[in-house]
C-alpha cells in the first residue's frame, strides 16, 4: 500500500475518504496515522508534525514513523515538504521531484543500525521508479493546469533547523550543489532505505531562500505558497494513486 508522509502545510489530507485513524506502537514508540481511501486506492497518511503538529524537524521520532508504516502496511512512500529555494531561478510556489540531497543535519538518530556494522548504498538517495511515475502525475496535471509548474529533478539540501539559514548559509548551499532547502528529508530516506522501503519525495517551494531577496524571509508570505503549491500536490497525488 502506498503511504504519504505529510508535512508542513499537508497535516491532513483533503480529498482522502474514509479516514480510519489508528496508534501504532513500535519498538522506537506510538505513531499516529490514518488509513483511508483515495479516488478508489487505500492509502496511508503519516503527518510527521504530529497530530496535532507539535514535533519540530529535529525532534521528528522518523525511525517511529518509518516502523508505523511498515508495520501498517506500507509498500512504497512518497513525502511531501515545504521547502525554500536554493537556485534562484525557481518561482515560489513551484513543485520540485528531487532526485538527490545533501545532509546538513546534526544530532538526529541516523540509523536503525547502532549495534551491528551494516552499510546500505545511498547513490541515489530518491527510488527512481517511484519518481518517473511522481513526473508522470506532475506531466498529466500540469496539461490541465497552466498555472502548475515543476521541476522533475534537483538537489534538496537537509538543514537542521529549526532556525532558518543565514544568506551565507544559503549562497554556501547554492555552491554545493543545492536547489532546495528543507528540514525533515534526512533522515527520513535514509532509514527508508535502511527498511528497503521505495522511498521519494515531491516538495513545495514556500519562500525564496535566505538573502535571494536581499530581504528577511517573509514569513506571512509563505501561507499563500504553501496553500496554492499544497493544491497542486493533492492533484497530483491523486493522479499518481489512479495511475498504478
Ligand atoms: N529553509 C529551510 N526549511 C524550509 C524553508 C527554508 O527557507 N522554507 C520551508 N522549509
Given at each position: 500500500m502506498l503511504a504519504i508522509i505529510g508535512g508542513t502545510g499537508f497535516?491532513?489530507?483533503?480529498?482522502?475518504?474514509e479516514i480510519e485513524p489508528k496508534q501504532v506502537e513500535t519498538e522506537f514508540g506510538s505513531v499516529y496515522l490514518e488509513e483511508g481511501q483515495l479516488g478508489t486506492s487505500p492509502i496511508l497518511f503519516l503527518p510527521r508534525h504530529g497530530n496535532p503538529p507539535r514535533f519540530p524537524p529535529h525532534k521528528i521520532n522518523y525511525r517511529a514513523n518509518i516502523d508505523a508504516l511498515i508495520a501498517a502496511g506500507a509498500d512504497k512512500v512518497i513525502a511531501v515538504t515545504a521547502v525554500g529555494t536554493v537556485?534562484?531561478?525557481?518561482?515560489?510556489?513551484e513543485l520540485v521531484i528531487p532526485d538527490q540531497l545533501i545532509d546538513y543535519t546534526?544530532?538526529?538518530?541516523?540509523?536503525?543500525?547502532d549495534d551491528e556494522i551494516h552499510h546500505i548504498d545511498?547513490?541515489?538517495?530518491?527510488d527512481e521508479t517511484l519518481r518517473q511515475q511522481l513526473v508522470e502525475a506532475a506531466k498529466k496535471c500540469q496539461a490541465g493546469n497552466a498555472e502548475l509548474v515543476f521541476r522533475d529533478r534537483g538537489v534538496y539540501g537537509c538543514t537542521q533547523g529549526p532556525r532558518l539559514e543565514t544568506a551565507a548559509e544559503i549562497r554556501r548551499m547554492r555552491i554545493d550543489g543545492c536547489d532546495i532547502v528543507g528540514m525533515t528529508a534526512m533522515p527520513e530516506g535514509t532509514l527508508a532505505r535502511e527498511r528497503e522501503l521505495p522511498y521519494a519525495g515531491i516538495s513545495v517551494t514556500v519562500n525564496a531562500g535566505a538573502g535571494i531577496n536581499d530581504m528577511a524571509v517573509k514569513l506571512d508570505e509563505i501561507q499563500a505558497a504553501m496553500d496554492e503549491g499544497m493544491s497542486w500536490v493533492r492533484d497530483i497525488l491523486a493522479s499518481f494513486v489512479n495511475s498504478i
Open positions: 497535516g491532513d489530507f483533503a480529498g482522502l475518504q537556485d534562484d531561478s525557481l518561482r515560489v510556489p546534526y544530532g538526529r538518530v541516523q540509523t536503525y543500525f545511498f547513490t541515489f538517495p530518491y
